[in-house]
Structures are given as structure tokens and as C-alpha cells.
């Protein structure tokens, strides 16, 4: 077959294309793309340069004469001295002296004489040995910044380049290299000016730039592999003042997914926003350097009480919504009118009965989280003090035979959390579930232990507590309730998906490498939509009817709602936007089966075998090489 294809390269792919003409006609897939690209003018036009190449290789060809050019050139001064050339004469020399045929003479002597190569005029012998090497680098400026941070050493005035920005000119090029020493910029030498000075010869420098270096000795391209950090504080290098190149820095939000393609500072690494934040990297503060200045903040920080934290039975007391709604205090026949609508309020489809939805559940929960948000001025979006600044992430696909995430839904009261909730279980109950709360109150007619409730007595529910068990709880007109972990896990044990709507400060409290959470947070749509579609909508009162939203309920599920995002948004691996109810329930679908059967960016420590390890990390295929440049930069020369 090897032999056949020298003689005849096209033949062959003549008969391939015949065999898969015959392969399409008889329908065998992936057969037209092939007779496609076997098809192609370019492939054959290879080929064509392939089987000539070979017959060269075999006639090996010797030139008849190696000055092609030469000879042309006598033969019209033959023809100039002539005066009275013939016809053809004259039209020899138009032709010979044409450039098109000259230069494919000169070519052709090229070949001849297999003169590849240009000779480099001979090195001086009176060089000193110790002469250091000089690389002249030239880069044309166009819009983009050069992508060069500089430095200056205070004792000897040498100037030299800091860090070059991944994906930027500099690096692009490959020519200037972390610790280079800068000579010349455009003729001008730089050694002993002021960094600033420099930056301003290259600002204002247009067109091509002509640097002189002399290369830093050690070079070593270390291969770094990215790793991805989802951000946990806001930053702006616009507000910092520590950052050697404001230019070159990079701002993120909370919540943002980085791949930092550079550490090998250990105070400013090289970063860039997912997905795909375009292709130049920018600077970011280190871990290290975010915790000290997260240190620094804090300590200046006045001290502030957080109310939020009482005892329970005075933060309950308060967050009677009978007090909260200016009515006196609940007598025995209201208690009545709400042990009716809380058994009215049970829901049961197809026989599976939908657990966590009973009214005084979720009075506990809406009051409490109302009552927690007035009370405490302190537990602001902005308190982030001390947390983590990165946190390092991996792709993570559920294996089919693993338990399936768990579901938390977030959203300010009202927003339509419940309502989203209830209608996913009811259109698929085995699939679908919410645990079953544990309460302390007394159970009722038609009740089951385990169905609407785990009714517990009031020391085993505070056993429960001590020992950790519960993701939240409180009370509520003296009885108490909860979700415990035990009810969270039940339903996972039965291969259902556990969707559980909880506070949101409970997040951090169930982000384990045992539930690998995915949280979904339900937002209001713009004010006037949301006045617009909650015209029939009603919100959970402590009597015997629900009331319909006022201004002011509109107003304050607007102000929780970003309230919690600013504050939680970090956490959040989806956000909706419930207008139509209708279409957001098939969205919350849609993202249910992505969190489930899609990879997704989890923190790598819930990837780590139990018992530490190495986390191998997905690869999205992009590698640097980068090397250590020391030192802080005083200028940069990031524009
Ligand atoms: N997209 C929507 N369009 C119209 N009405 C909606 C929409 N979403 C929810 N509602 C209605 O708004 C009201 C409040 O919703 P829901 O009870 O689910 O709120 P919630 O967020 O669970 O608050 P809470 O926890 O305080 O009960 C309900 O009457 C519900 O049917």
C-alpha cells in the first residue's frame, strides 16, 4: 500500500473516495464527512506537492547551471551592444529584464547553489569573554497595553522588567522575560531613571518600540498549571493603593470564577475571569495579601454588638407576628382558627404526602428570618472580615451511582420560594422531596409521626440541637421546630433529589463534601412586573386568612431580596428570576437537571478523599510557563 501511494498518491485517494462514495450511498455514518474531506481542493493540491517532492527525491534533479541570473545578464548586454537588434531579439530582452523573471532566476540560483541560509558576518575575536548579551526586541504597539510591569533597584538605578501579563504583547511575543534587565527604549538608555519616566517613554511611544535587554541569566520556564479560585470578596484595583500597576489589575465581584494562571509572586498573581475574560490576564492580590489586608480592615473596624444574637425564648417573644402586625396577643381561639388551616394547608398527590409546607413550619420560618434581618444593624452585606478571600474550585460531575446534590432554594420571603418548591415535588413526588421538619408540638388528629412532622418531645428535640443535628430551628408560640440533617438525609437515601429551602445563612453550614450543595437563589423581577403578576398573590399571616401584599410588603421583599444577594451572592450557583411562575418553574427544571448531570465548579476540598489526598484538577487545556520575578514593582509599564 506505503509503495503504491509513491507511485501514485492521487490514484489511491481516487479509489479511497470511490469506496466511500459507496459507504454514503449505503447510508454508514460519518461517511459524507469523510468523502467530504477527501474530496477537498486543498488535500489534493497536497498530495499533488507530495507526489512531486517524491519524484524529485527520486530523479534527484542536478541543475544545469547554478548563475541562471548571470547568464541573462550577459545576454542583454549582448543584445544592448547590438545596434540594430532583431524583433525577437528585443522581445528576449523585454522578458529577461522584467522583475518577475529576474527574481525567479535569482531563485532559481538560490537553489542552485543551495544558498538557504543568510550568512551572519563573522564574530569580532577581540570580544571580552565576560560580554553580556544583548537582545534587541522589537514590538509594534498597537491599542492593546505592552503587558509589562517594571522595578527598579534603589542601589544600582537598573531598571528591570517585574512580570510580563500572560496572554498580553509582551508575553505573546516571548522576547521580555521576568527579570530582564531594561538598557534602551527607542535609543534612549533607561538605566537610573525614574520607573515613571520609563512608563512615560512608552506611553507616549507609538507605532514600534525598540527595546535593548540584556536577558536575566537564570530563565527557567516552569510549566504552571491554572488553578481556579471562585472569588469571595469584592476587589477593585482602582481603590488599592498597594497594587504595582492599577492599569494591569483586575476587578472581581464576589462570586466571580477565576483562573489564576500565575502564583509564582506570593503577593500579586495573575488571573483571569471565566468565562473566558478575553485573553490578557490581570493582576490580582495573592490569598496572603487579601487576608492581611482583610486583617488590616477588620482591626480598624469600631466594634459593633450583634443583636441578632439572643436567647431564644426573647428573640421569639418579638417575633410574634401578632406583635409584629400590631394585633394583641394570640388567644386560645386563634390558636384554634390555625391548628384548622394548618391541617387545610396539608397537600397530598398521587398518595405521597408533601412534607415541610404546614403553616406553622413556615410562620416559624418567616417570622424568624424577618425578625433576624431588623434586628441587627451589624450582619451588613459588607461584613466579610476574616473569611476566606479565594476559594479554590474543580469541575464535578455527579457519578450516576452518587447520592444526588442536594437543592437549596434561597430567595426574601415572598419572592415565591414555597410556591416553587411545591410545584416541583407535586409534578414529579418521586423524584422530588423536601425532609421532614421535627417539631416539639403535640401531634393532632390525622396527623402520622414521620408524614407532616417528626413530632419529638421537647428533650430530645434539645438533645438534637446539642449534638448539632439541626441545619436550623427555632420556636415558635412556645413549640419548637426544625430540619435536621438525619431528615435531609432520608431522602437522599431513597435516590430522591432533596430540594430544602432554608435561611440563608444556613448555606455555609451545609456546604460538605457529604451534601454537595447546589443553591439556587429566586429573585424578584423588576418592581413593576412584580406588583404586576402578585395581583392574586397572598403571603402567610398568622390568622385565619391570608392578606394580599401591600406596598410595603413589596418594598421590604425588595430590600431583603438585595440584601441577600449582596450579601450571599458567593455562594449562589444559579440565580432566577421568578416573573412568570410558570416559566420559572420549568428554568428551575432546567438548572435541576444541570446541577445533577452537568460538571460543575464545586470547592476541590469536597473532591478530596476522605482522609486528604491529591484532587486531580480538570485541565481546561490551559498552560503557562512563567518564572519567579521577585521583588515588588515600584512602575509598571501596563499602557
Ligand atoms: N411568579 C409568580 N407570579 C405570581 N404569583 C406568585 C409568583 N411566585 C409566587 N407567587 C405567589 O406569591 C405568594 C407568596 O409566595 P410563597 O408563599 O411561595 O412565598 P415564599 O417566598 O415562600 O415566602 P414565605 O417563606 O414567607 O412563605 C403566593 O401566593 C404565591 O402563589
Given at each position: 500500500m506505503r509503495k503504491k501511494m509513491e507511485v501514485d498518491v492521487s490514484e489511491v485517494l481516487s479509489s479511497v473516495v470511490e469506496d466511500v462514495a459507496e459507504a454514503v450511498s449505503r447510508?454508514?455514518?460519518?461517511?459524507?464527512?469523510?468523502?467530504?474531506?477527501?474530496?477537498?481542493?486543498?488535500?489534493?493540491?497536497?498530495?499533488?506537492?507530495?507526489?512531486?517532492?517524491?519524484?524529485?527525491?527520486?530523479?534527484?534533479?542536478?541543475?544545469?547551471?547554478?548563475y541562471a541570473s548571470g547568464l541573462s545578464c550577459e545576454i542583454m548586454t549582448t543584445i544592448q551592444r547590438d545596434n540594430h537588434p532583431s524583433a525577437e531579439a528585443r522581445e528576449l530582452f523585454n522578458l529577461l529584464s522584467s522583475p518577475h523573471i529576474q527574481a525567479l532566476l535569482s531563485s532559481h540560483d538560490s537553489v542552485a547553489q543551495s544558498d538557504y541560509l543568510p550568512v551572519l558576518p563573522p564574530l569580532p575575536d577581540d570580544l571580552p569573554d565576560d560580554e553580556e548579551a544583548m537582545r534587541i526586541v522589537c514590538l509594534v504597539k498597537n491599542n492593546q497595553p505592552l503587558g509589562a510591569t517594571i522595578r527598579r533597584d534603589e542601589e544600582t538605578?537598573?531598571?528591570?522588567?517585574?512580570?510580563?501579563?500572560?496572554g498580553g504583547l509582551a508575553d505573546r511575543s516571548g522576547l521580555l522575560h521576568p527579570g530582564d534587565l531594561l538598557v534602551e527604549v527607542n535609543g534612549s538608555p533607561v538605566v537610573g531613571l525614574e520607573p515613571e519616566r520609563v512608563i512615560q517613554i512608552l506611553t507616549n511611544s507609538t507605532g514600534t518600540i525598540l527595546f535593548k535587554v540584556i536577558p536575566h541569566p537564570a530563565q527557567v520556564n516552569s510549566d504552571q498549571k491554572p488553578v481556579y479560585m471562585?472569588?469571595?470578596?469584592?476587589?477593585?484595583?482602582?481603590?488599592?493603593?498597594?497594587?504595582?500597576?492599577?492599569?494591569?489589575?483586575?476587578?472581581?465581584?464576589?462570586?466571580?470564577?477565576?483562573?489564576?494562571?500565575?502564583?509564582?509572586?506570593?503577593?500579586?498573581?495573575?488571573?483571569?475571569?471565566?468565562?473566558?475574560?478575553?485573553?490578557?490576564?490581570?493582576?490580582?492580590?495573592?490569598?496572603?495579601?487579601?487576608?492581611?489586608?482583610?486583617?488590616?480592615?477588620?482591626?480598624?473596624?469600631?466594634?459593633?454588638?450583634?443583636?441578632?444574637?439572643?436567647?431564644?425564648?426573647v428573640a421569639e417573644n418579638e417575633d410574634d407576628?401578632?406583635?409584629?402586625?400590631?394585633?394583641?396577643?394570640?388567644?386560645?381561639?386563634?390558636?384554634?382558627?390555625?391548628?384548622?388551616?394548618?391541617?387545610?394547608?396539608?397537600?397530598?398527590?398521587?398518595?405521597?404526602?408533601?412534607a415541610g409546607f404546614r403553616r406553622s413550619f413556615r410562620l416559624w420560618r418567616r417570622t424568624s428570618y424577618r425578625k433576624r434581618r431588623q434586628s441587627c444593624t451589624s450582619c451588613s452585606p459588607n461584613i466579610n472580615a476574616l473569611s476566606t478571600p479565594y476559594e479554590e474550585v474543580a469541575l464535578y460531575q455527579r457519578p450516576p451511582q452518587e447520592n444526588h446534590r442536594l437543592i437549596i432554594i434561597i430567595g426574601a420571603s415572598g419572592v415565591g420560594v414555597n410556591e416553587l418548591r411545591k410545584r416541583l415535588i407535586k409534578l414529579n413526588p418521586s423524584t422530588f422531596q423536601g425532609p421532614v421538619p421535627h417539631t416539639t408540638r403535640p401531634i393532632r388528629d390525622g396527623e402520622q409521626n414521620g408524614r407532616e412532622y417528626h413530632f419529638v418531645?421537647?428533650?430530645?428535640?434539645?438533645?438534637?440541637?446539642?449534638?448539632?443535628?439541626?441545619?436550623?430551628?427555632?420556636?415558635?408560640?412556645?413549640?419548637?421546630?426544625?430540619?435536621?440533617?438525619?431528615?435531609?438525609?432520608?431522602?437522599?437515601?431513597?435516590?430522591?433529589?432533596?430540594?430544602?429551602?432554608?435561611?440563608?445563612?444556613?448555606?455555609?453550614?451545609?456546604?460538605?463534601?457529604?451534601?454537595?450543595?447546589?443553591?439556587?437563589?429566586?429573585?424578584?423581577?423588576?418592581?413593576?412586573?412584580?406588583?404586576?403578576?402578585?395581583?392574586?398573590?397572598?403571603?402567610?399571616?398568622?390568622?385565619?386568612?391570608?392578606?394580599?401584599?401591600?406596598?410595603?410588603?413589596?418594598?421590604?421583599?425588595?430590600?431583603?431580596?438585595?440584601?441577600?444577594?449582596?450579601?450571599?451572592?458567593?455562594?449562589?450557583?444559579?440565580?432566577?428570576?421568578?416573573?412568570?411562575?410558570?416559566?420559572?418553574?420549568?428554568?428551575?427544571?432546567?438548572?435541576?437537571?444541570?446541577?445533577?448531570?452537568?460538571?460543575?465548579?464545586?470547592?476541590?476540598?469536597?473532591?478530596?478523599?476522605?482522609?486528604?489526598?491529591?484532587?486531580?484538577?480538570?485541565?481546561?487545556?490551559?498552560?503557562?510557563?512563567?518564572?519567579?520575578?521577585?521583588?515588588?514593582?515600584?512602575?509598571?509599564?501596563?499602557?
Open positions: 447510508n454508514i455514518s460519518g461517511a459524507e464527512l469523510l468523502q467530504e474531506l477527501l474530496n477537498a481542493s486543498w488535500l489534493r493540491a497536497l498530495l499533488k506537492i507530495y507526489e512531486c517532492l517524491l519524484q524529485f527525491q527520486r530523479q534527484s534533479p542536478s541543475p544545469v547551471l547554478p538605578g537598573d531598571i528591570f522588567i517585574a512580570r510580563v501579563i500572560h471562585r472569588a469571595m470578596v469584592d476587589y477593585c484595583p482602582q481603590q488599592d493603593s498597594s497594587i504595582p500597576c492599577p492599569d494591569a489589575g483586575m476587578t472581581f465581584s464576589r462570586g466571580d470564577l477565576l483562573e489564576v494562571v500565575d502564583q509564582s509572586d506570593s503577593q500579586w498573581w495573575q488571573a483571569r475571569k471565566l468565562p473566558r475574560g478575553g485573553a490578557c490576564a490581570g493582576l490580582i492580590p495573592s490569598a496572603s495579601m487579601l487576608k492581611s489586608k482583610q486583617r488590616e480592615n477588620w482591626w480598624c473596624q469600631p466594634l459593633q454588638v450583634h443583636t441578632c444574637i439572643r436567647p431564644l425564648s407576628p401578632t406583635n409584629a402586625d400590631g394585633k394583641h396577643v394570640i388567644t386560645d381561639m386563634e390558636n384554634i382558627k390555625e391548628l384548622n388551616f394548618d391541617e387545610a394547608d396539608s397537600d397530598v398527590t398521587d398518595g405521597i404526602y408533601l418531645t421537647k428533650e430530645l428535640f434539645e438533645y438534637m440541637v446539642c449534638n448539632h443535628r439541626f441545619v436550623e430551628y427555632g420556636e415558635n408560640k412556645g413549640q419548637l421546630y426544625g430540619t435536621s440533617i438525619d431528615a435531609i438525609d432520608e431522602v437522599l437515601k431513597r435516590g430522591r433529589m432533596c430540594i430544602i429551602d432554608v435561611e440563608p445563612h444556613c448555606i455555609q453550614l451545609l456546604r460538605t463534601r457529604k451534601l454537595k450543595p447546589f443553591v439556587i437563589f429566586i429573585k424578584p423581577p423588576n418592581p413593576e412586573r412584580l406588583r404586576q403578576t402578585r395581583r392574586s398573590a397572598s403571603i402567610i399571616t398568622n390568622y385565619a386568612i391570608n392578606r394580599a401584599l401591600t406596598e410595603d410588603d413589596y418594598l421590604e421583599l425588595e430590600d431583603a431580596s438585595q440584601m441577600m444577594e449582596a450579601k450571599y451572592k458567593q455562594f449562589f450557583d444559579s440565580v432566577l428570576v421568578n416573573d412568570d411562575l410558570q416559566d420559572t418553574c420549568i428554568q428551575l427544571c432546567s438548572v435541576l437537571q444541570q446541577a445533577q448531570n452537568e460538571a460543575q465548579w464545586v470547592p476541590v476540598s469536597w473532591l478530596r478523599p476522605e482522609g486528604g489526598g491529591e484532587v486531580r484538577r480538570v485541565s481546561l487545556g490551559h498552560f503557562v510557563s512563567y518564572q519567579r520575578d521577585g521583588g515588588q514593582s515600584p512602575g509598571s509599564v501596563g499602557k
